[in-house]
């Protein structure tokens, strides 16, 4: 069974970084995708990063050049590496996974394992 475990999140100050992780107990698949996703209180969920088996990554506007996303697929584990952390960056952030298909889309519909998510909060 998958399971997708984040950890990571936490409390920073603006201008901040911090580093998420998702270690995946079925990350051997030689195809999948995987993606960040975050929800702030009030909004809905939305796409953050992604990336494929030959790693190719799709950003939001809202976070690129301050995120990124990357992979090791030795120890099974996904990261989203957050600097210049805003205030808007407060959110749950998810990650999740489909297996056998190669994406970068950040489409909700399209990711069939979620993990539970990990609160970061950025105080200005």
């Known amino acids: 069974q998958v399971q997708l475990v984040e950890s990571g999140g936490g409390s920073v100050q603006a201008g901040g970084s911090l580093r998420l992780s998702c270690a995946a107990s079925?990350?051997?698949?030689?195809?999948?995708?995987m993606a960040w996703f975050r929800q702030a209180p009030g909004k809905e969920r939305e796409g953050v990063a992604s990336?494929?088996?030959?790693?190719?990554?799709t950003y939001a506007d809202s976070v690129k050049g301050r995120f990124t996303i990357s992979q090791d697929n030795a120890k099974n584990t996904l990261y989203l590496q957050m600097n210049s952390l805003k205030p808007e960056d407060t959110a749950i952030y998810y990650c999740?996974?489909?297996?056998?298909?190669?994406?970068?889309?950040?489409?909700?519909?399209?990711?069939?394992?979620w993990g539970q998510g990990t609160q970061v909060t950025v105080s200005s």
């Open positions: 999740a996974a489909h297996y056998g298909v190669r994406s970068t889309t950040l489409r909700q519909a399209f990711y069939n394992y």
């Open positions: 079925r990350y051997g698949y030689s195809t999948y995708s």
């Open positions: 990336i494929d088996s030959i790693s190719r990554t």
